[in-house]
């Protein structure tokens, strides 16, 4: 008797694992993608301080030396210097007034981007296909190698204003803002069916 109670009750055991784990499985990989999550995006905040922090100090990043300091930072989040699963959008940020437009040989009345936020400076490492900042987007023609826009270009080109970073600091005239972000896919902690085009964002400002 005691040896078929332990045959019926081995049988049991093996249903109520198979119906456990239904539940347990999903569960197992959903912790799995969080967690990973998390660790990508510890990284792109590492990237986002790092890159900011250059940037503001005036580093050069048209050279590729210093460049491949942030591509070193990223390691391991699929990102290349033009292309990848990553981009680094680093911008500066200043708000026109008097006098910046007098700096410009303008008057406010043709001063078009008086007591605007306007980019003065824009950078990108990585894929720019994947993300589009909200803090601008100046044509592409007015931006140098280097990333600077010219006096006359911020002052006067629509295209430079950046009116979406005001719901995020309030600048007064004349202040600047550095503006790093670092945004990465993630599709190596996809789960088909539960989580999909997965990405991390993380962003600093000086």
């Keep these: 008797m005691s040896r078929v109670r332990q045959k019926r ?23 799995f993608s969080i967690g990973m999550s998390l660790t ?5 905040s590492v990237v986002a301080r790092d890159a900011g922090a250059m940037f503001m100090r005036y580093v ?9 300091l942030i591509l070193r930072i990223a390691n391991g989040m699929g ?14 940020i200043m708000m026109i007034g008097t006098a910046e437009c007098a700096a410009g040989g303008l008057t406010i009345a ?11 400076k824009r950078f990108r490492i990585g894929n720019a296909a994947i993300y589009s900042t909200p803090y601008g987007s100046p044509s592409a023609g007015i931006i140098q190698t280097n990333g600077e826009i010219t006096l006359s270009n911020y002052l006067n080109n629509t295209s430079a204003r950046a009116d979406g970073f005001a719901s995020v600091m309030t ?6 803002a550095h503006v790093a972000e670092a945004f990465f896919l993630t599709p190596e902690i996809d789960l088909p069916g539960y989580r999909g ?10």
């Design 9 to 31: 009750e081995g049988g049991n055991v093996i249903i109520e694992f198979a119906l456990v784990s239904v539940f347990l499985i999903p569960l197992l990989f959903g912790t």
């Design 40 to 44: 990508k995006t510890v990284q792109a």
């Design 60 to 68: 050069d990043f048209s050279l590729a030396a210093n460049r491949n």
């Design 79 to 92: 990102m290349t210097d033009s292309g990848g699963n990553g981009q680094v959008v680093m911008t500066k």
């Design 110 to 120: 043709n001063c078009p981007n008086y007591q605007r936020n306007v980019v003065v």
């Design 171 to 176: 600048l007064n005239a004349g202040e600047v």
């Design 197 to 206: 085009n997965t990405n991390v964002y993380q962003r600093n400002i000086f």
